[in-house]
């Protein structure tokens, strides 16, 4: 089965709901029972003791006033030293619980969130941009980290507490404990008002932090057009109103959270008021002790810490909230993708493929006017052709279809036999490798980059892939050769040997057809001459696709086809073309004269 992005799928990833953000976590703490339940004992536990000292300062109290010996005194000091001690103990192994499951949680939800991402239709992450895909795997992951180590356990232990706390003053009196839980409405209703309106604000906040990573992304990696077209001032004040953007709702939030702190203060001072009035009642009417009537207010005000806490942190608890709804949501990014075809394909080795192109048409979503216009062609198995023709004409919207990337509207591709429409993207890629002129070297020893596209590839398949690209010489001469690390941290290759290590990619994959879109554009004249030698050597007997940036690359192929305005209006050779006058006599023309 092929997953297909849905014409109707919305432009940003999804965001789960809190119902559904809470089965995942309650599934993930079932799935390791042992330490769920270790922290919720350690947790119950310190809570526990931390209010059992103020229980016996009532008995302290009493006994003082009914004189006590001082062997009973000691005793009850001695109990209060041991359960603040064993308090200490058990809430700092309760920090390091929470700790731990926070930690394997999201292990979990990071590697699950990023797994997710990288199995998606690359039409699908094409349409909601790199800010939000980045934003979900890099700031949320971020936020909700800060969450985990500080936050999540600060509220969960506080929330904790105050349950403990507040069945400890039930035990005392419960009267008293009736007295203190008239503020729970008051805080009620300060949760009521403030829970349905915080979520969407974070929310709309992480998504506002998307937008603005998604303005600089977009003008970092178009800097070149940019400036061509001089656009530096509209992307500059886009990127300027979307901080402002962030910036406005950063104060509302900061605002907001204001206003629930202040509702927060007025339900304790209605608690603590309550208390003394009803302690003072209880104490005329001989209906309670000094020492109950004490530590009735001490127990009440020993909510005031937790409360506390978990209102300073509960800001940032919700702002993992909302990243938790964001990461689960990339979680369920396959509900939003509907199932066709057969996954199974497996090319025959060392046999090239046709590539047949038929009345091919494509629109991008939200677009009226297709980019491509029933576009035919075909390349012979084992032959090439070149694509030319103006920006915007649609080449590299060619060149993605060809390679697997997106479905047309009508007509077909076919690699083969095989309808390109009928397969999913891994069984493309056994098809068609596709190379773009954003190659990256992953961070780490350079054999494993080169084993990304072949994992299993001996030491020698990876030089002798190197050889055939021309890179066995500079790899040989790095400190430790193919154990080098490169990329951050590592050595550092140009433009150069980038392209050259991502050849060897190509090479490795074996893939019976190639789709090559401007990718030796990024290299020096001297580069690229050597990298256009590297390009003939790793598509030799494999049917190949260029999108020409230069045109010498187009002499290199078989047949030309020329693109305008999404259609295909001349097709041959070079010599054809040139003889014949057209459009490609005239860019051949040009550029000749430039160079």
């Known amino acids: 089965m092929t997953l297909v992005a849905r014409a109707d799928a919305p432009s940003t990833l999804r965001t789960a709901t809190g119902g559904e953000a809470t089965r995942w976590l309650l599934a993930h703490c079932r799935a390791v029972p042992w330490l769920t ?14 209010v059992l000292p103020v229980l016996l300062l009532g008995q302290v109290v009493d006994g003082v006033v009914d004189g006590g010996s001082r062997t009973v005194l000691v005793r009850v000091g001695a109990l209060m030293v041991a359960a603040v001690l064993l308090g200490a ?64 356990p600060t509220v969960f232990s506080a929330g904790v507490l105050v349950a403990i706390a507040t069945v400890g003053m039930f035990g005392l009196d419960w009267r008293l404990g009736l007295a203190g839980a008239g503020a729970l409405p008051a805080y009620a209703l300060a949760l009521r008002w403030y829970l349905p309106r915080s979520a969407p604000l974070y929310r709309k906040q992480r ?10 992304i977009s003008g970092l990696n178009g800097i ?3 400036r061509a077209y001089r656009l530096e001032g509209a992307f500059r004040e886009k990127v300027t109103t979307e901080s402002w953007r962030v910036r406005d709702l950063g104060v509302e939030v900061f605002r ?13 001072f209605i608690g603590l008021v309550l208390i003394l009035l009803v302690g003072y009642a209880l104490l005329e009417g001989d209906a309670a002790t000094l020492g109950e009537v004490a530590a009735a207010p001490l127990m009440f005000h020993r909510l005031f810490t937790p409360l506390g806490a978990i ?80 920006t915007g004409a649609g080449k590299s919207t060619l060149a993605a279809l060809i390679a697997g990337i997106g479905t047309p509207q009508s007509g077909s591709v076919r690699i083969g036999t095989t309808d390109l429409a009928e397969v999913d993207e891994a069984g493309a890629r056994a098809l068609v490798s596709i190379l773009t002129q954003e190659t990256h070297v992953f961070s780490g020893p350079l054999a494993d980059d080169l084993r990304l596209s072949a994992p299993g590839a001996s030491e020698a398949e990876l030089m002798d892939a190197l050889r055939t690209v021309g890179a ?54 001297e580069g690229a001459a050597e990298l256009e030698r590297a390009v003939l050597a790793a598509c030799a007997g494999r049917t190949t696709l260029f999108v020409a940036h230069r045109l010498t690359q187009a002499m290199a192929a078989d047949r030309i086809a020329v693109l305008d305005a999404g259609r295909v209006v001349e097709q041959g050779s070079h010599q054809e073309l040139v003889a014949l006058g057209g459009r490609y006599a005239r860019l051949w023309r040009a550029w000749r004269e430039g160079s």
């Open 37 to 50: 339940a270790a922290t919720l004992l350690t947790t119950v536990a310190g809570a526990a003791l931390q």
């Open 89 to 152: 103990a058990a809430t700092a192994a309760s920090t390091y619980l929470i700790g731990r499951l926070g930690a394997d949680l999201l292990a979990t939800l990071r590697e699950g969130a990023v797994r997710a991402v990288l199995g998606m239709p690359s039409t699908r992450l094409e349409q909601v941009g790199r800010g939000d895909v980045l934003s979900r795997v890099g700031d949320d992951v971020a936020v909700l980290s800060r969450g985990i180590r500080s936050a999540i």
């Open 207 to 216: 998504a506002a932090q998307a937008d603005r990573a998604q303005a600089l």
């Open 224 to 226: 070149d057009t940019v």
């Open 256 to 268: 907001f959270f204001g206003r629930f702190v202040g509702r927060e203060n007025r339900a304790e």
């Open 311 to 390: 209102m300073f942190t509960f800001d940032e608890a919700q702002k993992s909230g909302a990243s938790l709804t964001r990461l689960v949501g990339v979680l369920g990014e396959d509900a939003e993708e509907r199932l066709v075809g057969d996954p199974e394909v497996t090319p025959a080795q060392n046999v090239p493929y046709q590539v047949t192109v038929e009345g091919l048409t494509y629109r991008y979503p939200g677009s009226e006017a297709p980019v491509l216009r029933e576009v035919s062609l075909t390349i012979p198995a084992g032959g090439s052709l070149a694509l030319v023709g103006a």
């Open 472 to 525: 066995a010489d500079w790899v040989a001469a790095l400190p430790e050769g193919l154990r080098t690390a490169v990329g951050e941290g590592g050595e550092r290759l140009d433009v150069t040997k980038v392209a050259q290590v991502a050849l060897a990619r190509l090479v490795l994959a074996r893939s019976p057809v190639v789709v090559l879109d401007e990718s030796t554009a990024e290299a020096g004249s």
